[in-house]
């Protein structure tokens, strides 16, 4: 089963799709950590994406679309979480027409406070990639992963200015795939805030992937 998680930044894609991969033996695939990978390792995708990330704009939808597929090439018998694509029309066409099924489409929906102050409390770690909150998911000792003993650290665009231009990029450009989805009819929304906790999330996306809902 090959799922996409649409929402905006800060509603928790990451998370719950870290959970669910472990429950479910599947993989998840985040475009965005694909790209800080090759940023790192300074790869020519990873030079000409840089700039894009830092100030919060979306990368170029070829980029984007030859690094997801050449990880999907990769095969998983259980399927994957497609975690940040696709994020533009132009991308989910793509995906339409290569040969890689997607069953079901789970859309994150979160109030703009709420991905505010995810967004700008996040530590994640350099070493393995968990996500922590200043808040919400404190790791024991301050600043070092639980999981690895990895160094935490604020992202780029996880400041301010970036976090304000993501979240109009969202709304012009990627909740546009709530609505085409629904076309396709295999869109199910998830509410993550208000009375909702975490496990209570990772519970309805578990019942949607089992069709109980
Ligand atoms: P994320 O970790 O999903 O929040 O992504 C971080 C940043 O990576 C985004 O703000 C974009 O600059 C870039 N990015 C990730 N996924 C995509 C995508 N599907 N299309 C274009 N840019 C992306």
Known sequence: MNVIFLG???AG????????????QMVQISTGDLLRAAV????????KAK???????????????DLLKERMSQSNSHGYILDGFPRTIAQAEALEKSRIKI??????????????QRLS???TCKQCGAIYHLVNIPPQKENV????????FQRDDDQPAAIEKRLVVYRQQTALLIAYYQKLGIESDVQVD?????????????KILMGRV
Do not use: W
């Open 8 to 10: 905006p930044p800060g």
């Open 13 to 24: 894609k990451g998370t719950i799709a870290k959970l669910i991969c472990d429950r479910m």
């Open 40 to 47: 790192q390792d300074r790869t020519p995708i990873g030079l």
């Open 51 to 65: 700039s894009y990330m830092e100030s919060g704009a979306l990368v170029p939808d070829k980029l984007v679309i």
């Open 103 to 116: 069953d079901k489409v789970i859309n994150f929906n979160a109030q703009r406070d709420t991905v505010i």
């Open 121 to 123: 409390g996040r530590r």
């Open 145 to 152: 992963c639980d999981k690895c003993g990895g160094a935490l």
């Open 194 to 206: 208000g009375k909702y906790t975490l496990q209570d999330n990772v519970e309805h996306v578990n």
